[in-house]
Nanobody, 125 residues
Framework: QVQLIESGGGLVQAGGSLRLSCAAS????????MGWFRQAPGKEREFVAA????????YYADSVKGRFNISRDNAKNTVYLHMNNLKPEDTAVYYC??????????????????WGQGTLVTVSS
């Protein structure tokens, strides 16, 4: 089974950029669709972005379209979330997730196979 470890979170000013990474262990990483989710204080976890195993299909939440980009490097067993023009409302713990059922399943966030431990992103105004 795949295990996921996120990194790259931190404190950034509004308008700045960060790149999150999610490193996966396991030889079957390329078989999994991947996604990023976030949970702000006092709020439920929400979908951010998802990418298919081949990187041919991507989905984004409306709130991040045009600012965030999800990508993956199967040779490095890593998925990335490039975040630009960050806003204070982007402040949250960001989690990556993986599921072998495909990007459609990942997009729902329901009963996903594997979750990372999360990395905190704080955007100051």
């Amino acid at each position: 089974q795949v295990q996921l470890i996120e990194s790259g979170g931190g404190l950034v000013q509004a308008g700045g950029s960060l790149r999150l990474s999610c490193a996966a262990s396991g030889r079957t990483f390329s078989h999994y669709a991947m996604g990023w989710f976030r949970q702000a204080p006092g709020k439920e976890r929400e979908f951010v972005a998802a990418v298919s195993w081949s990187a041919g299909i991507t989905y984004y939440a409306d709130s991040v379209k045009g600012r965030f980009n999800i990508s993956r490097d199967n040779a490095k067993n890593t998925v990335y979330l490039h975040m630009n023009n960050l806003k204070p409302e982007d402040t949250a713990v960001y989690y990556c997730a993986a599921d072998g059922r495909g990007v459609g399943a990942v997009r729902t966030g329901r009963r996903l196979e594997v979750w990372g431990q999360g990395t905190l992103v704080t955007v100051s105004s």
